[in-house]
């Protein structure tokens, strides 16, 4: 039992009993930080070592983290093709409820929506080409026109694309009426005034009673475009300084140099038909013409010049 008490053991155990009982006492007149803070700094390094080991154990490979890598990559790729489409999806939508109203005064017409891919840049009357051809069945002669008005016509197709010249060039030829005064005339492009995004009225009669911010509209005579499309507004009234006729310049309501979406009217009632309502006491047989007044010569004129 002596050798027990004097053994170095021994001693070593009632040094470590009596720093525990000193620890207790100290805790218990302290809040436990004291305590705490020396437990900690016994054990804290020791956490450290443990979870090194656990963390280099558990590292992920090389491999591992390229697959992963691979597979946010893909993630993304296809998230940024379901954003596309649903742009694409949106822009569509859009466009197709712009033109709801013109569906719904008129649900005889067929419309396609279509876009413009390219311009012609030797053009000077800002023709350009759409996104649909023959396999959309569109046809050259198939009016073009945005909600705003109309735009122009398909003179060139092929299976994918048209091409469209628009009423700022001298080659449209369209029947138009004033809204408010009835009086006549021919809408055709003019060089002075295509880059102003303008075109002229003409064929008007002497006795004409137009006024600036009348709406000019199509007349449907004959056959290539429908009754009642907007063709622009009057901005001005003028005289031609080299044979003195009266002309009328007119505004598209639509930026026809830059316009990007637009319908195709593929095919509406009396295309290709002349219409007798336009026209009071015109008969057209096959190959006479009578008439009755002044401008319905012009007009019928106009359509054995195959144009309007």
């Known amino acids: ?76 790729s296809e998230l940024r093709t379901q954003l596309a489409d649903y742009h694409n999806v949106k822009h569509e939508n859009e466009r197709l409820w712009r033109y709801y ?8 017409y067929g419309i396609l929506p279509a876009t413009v891919v390219r311009r012609d840049p030797n053009d000077d009357f800002y023709s350009f080409t ?68 303008l075109t002229t009225m003409t064929r008007i009669s002497a006795l004409n009673k137009l006024k600036e911010g009348d709406i000019v509209t199509t007349t449907g005579i004959s056959g290539i475009y429908p009754a009642g499309l907007i063709v622009g507004e009057v901005k001005e009234i003028a005289f031609d300084e080299y044979d003195t006729s009266i002309y009328a310049v007119i505004s598209p309501f639509e930026d026809i140099r830059t316009v990007i979406d637009v319908v195709v009217i593929t095919s509406f009632e009396g295309q290709g038909e002349i ?13 006479t013409v009578a008439v009755t007044e002044p401008e319905t010569q012009e007009a019928t004129e106009l359509y054995e010049e195959g144009d309007w």
């Open 1 to 76: 039992m002596k050798d027990l008490i004097t053994s170095k053991s021994f001693k070593k155990l009632i040094c470590l009993v009596s720093v525990l009982i000193v620890l207790i006492i100290i805790g218990g007149f302290t809040d436990g930080n004291v305590l705490s803070s020396i437990v900690n700094g016994i054990t804290l390094p020791m956490a450290e070592v443990s979870a090194a080991a656990t963390n280099e154990v558990t590292k992920p490979s090389y491999d591992e983290l390229y697959k992963e890598n691979e597979k946010l990559k893909e993630e993304i």
């Open 275 to 287: 219409s007798r309502d336009s026209i009071d006491d015109i008969t057209l047989p096959s190959d």
């Open 101 to 108: 109203d013109l569906k719904d005064q008129n649900p005889q």
């Open 130 to 197: 759409l996104d649909k051809g023959i396999t959309s069945d569109v046809a050259v002669g198939d009016p073009v026109v945005t909600e705003n008005g109309i735009i122009g016509w398909v003179y060139d197709v092929d299976f994918y694309t048209a091409k469209v010249k628009t009423i700022l060039s001298p080659d449209a030829r369209v029947g138009v009426i004033d809204t408010a005064t009835r009086d006549s005339g021919v809408v055709s492009g003019n060089v002075l005034y295509a880059d102003k995004n």
